[in-house]
Nanobody, 113 residues
Framework: VQLQASGGGLVQAGGSLSLSCAAS????????MGWYRRRPGKQREVVAT???????NYADSVKGRFTISRDNARNTVYLQMNNLKPEDTAVYFC????????WGQGTQVTVSS
């Protein structure tokens, strides 16, 4: 199983980034998918999730700014991040869960003030 996250980088506050996570080795459409992050000095936290039935939830801190989506034909989950803030600086991970849970390797997002 591989979850390959990409799209991180350095952006100024107020800017946007789009993350992608391509999955292989799983039946993507059977999995609930999520984005998580680990901010400096903090524990990993959920950012957004999208179930196999396309039910979506967001952390309060990103509501109205981030959008999660999935493309089952491409085995990919996305996270569009707008109006980024310095406190969004973190390593972002994707996660797949069905009977088992799998994590991607993480991609760094740095937001400068």
């Amino acid at each position: 199983v591989q979850l390959q996250a990409s799209g991180g980088g350095l952006v100024q506050a107020g800017g946007s980034l789009s993350l992608s996570c391509a999955a292989s080795g799983i039946t993507f459409s059977d999995n609930d998918m999520g984005w998580y992050r680990r901010r400096p000095g903090k524990q990993r936290e959920v950012v957004a999730t999208i179930t196999r039935g396309f039910s979506i939830n967001y952390a309060d801190s990103v509501k109205g700014r981030f959008t999660i989506s999935r493309d089952n034909a491409r085995n990919t989950v996305y996270l569009q991040m707008n109006n980024l803030k310095p406190e969004d600086t973190a390593v972002y991970f994707c996660r797949a869960e069905s009977r088992s849970a799998y994590w991607g390797q993480g991609t760094q997002v740095t937001v400068s003030s």
